[in-house]
């Protein structure tokens, strides 16, 4: 990717593609970025109607989540350190979604499970 052509995509964009590297990814855009992100949905949350709060509360942080995700994929495939990093980075993502999946299907059969 030319610098030419990165300079017109967007901050998101590079993110997914894993344009800023595995240490900025991960720590500066997944750390620091997504306790940007809360704050300002906080902040936020507490001057609209509480028609908004649901889409800003439950469906921009999951986006947000994923476009870092991939980003966070990307990067640790291009990263040319250590090796143990990039296997030990796609082995937390994998992790992470393998326990969300589990608890949010945990979570929908508690209705089931607990019928009488």
Known sequence: MSTTTTGKQS???????????LFKTFWLWGLI???VLATAIAV???????????ILSQVIPPIYGIIWS????NAATNYTGPAIWAKLTKFYI????VISFG???????????TMK
């Open 11 to 21: 901050p998101l964009y590079r993110l997914q593609s894993g344009y800023y590297g």
């Open 70 to 73: 991939i980003g966070v994929w």
């Open 33 to 35: 970025g997504s306790t």
């Open 44 to 54: 936020v949350l507490l001057s609209l109607p509480n028609t908004f709060t649901f």
């Open 94 to 97: 994998v992790t992470v979604y």
């Open 103 to 113: 608890l949010m299907l945990y979570y929908m059969m508690q209705p089931i499970l």
